[in-house]
Nanobody, 127 residues
Framework: VQLVESGGGLVQAGGSLTLSCTIS????????MGWFRQAPGKEREGISA????????DYAASVKERFTIRSDTAKKTVYLQMNNLKPEDTAVYYC?????????????????????WGKGTLVTVSS
């Protein structure tokens, strides 16, 4: 099973980026998939997750109203649309997927319980 992320980069504050995470080697059914991020010197933070079957979503308070997560079953891909980016959003963003945790526990898990991880993609927001 592989998770492949893309879409990171450098953007000015107030700008937008869309991250994508594609899973291969496993059915896109009833997974909780989403995103964590880790900035230098900080702990890993769960920021958003979605159930790939019923579409339930969850967001961290720090990104709610600015980030939107969605999934595309045909492409087996989860997207994170990030708007109004702030310098404090600068981090490496990691995609995770789990068949054991529900969406409601995903972002609070600290990453424990993920079955698969992507390698990460760097998002840098300049002020």
């Amino acid at each position: 099973v592989q998770l492949v992320e893309s879409g990171g980069g450098l953007v000015q504050a107030g700008g937008s980026l869309t991250l994508s995470c594609t899973i291969s080697g496993f059915p896109f059914d009833d997974l909780a998939m989403g995103w964590f991020r880790q900035a230098p010197g900080k702990e890993r933070e769960g920021i958003s997750a979605i159930n790939t079957s019923d579409g339930r979503r969850d967001y961290a308070a720090s990104v709610k109203e600015r980030f939107t997560i969605r999934s595309d079953t045909a492409k087996k891909t989860v997207y994170l649309q990030m708007n109004n980016l702030k310098p404090e959003d600068t981090a490496v963003y990691y995609c995770g997927a789990t068949i054991t945790l529900s969406v409601m526990y995903f972002i609070h898990s600290g990453g424990e319980g993920m079955d698969w991880w992507g390698k990460g993609t760097l998002v840098t927001v300049s002020s």
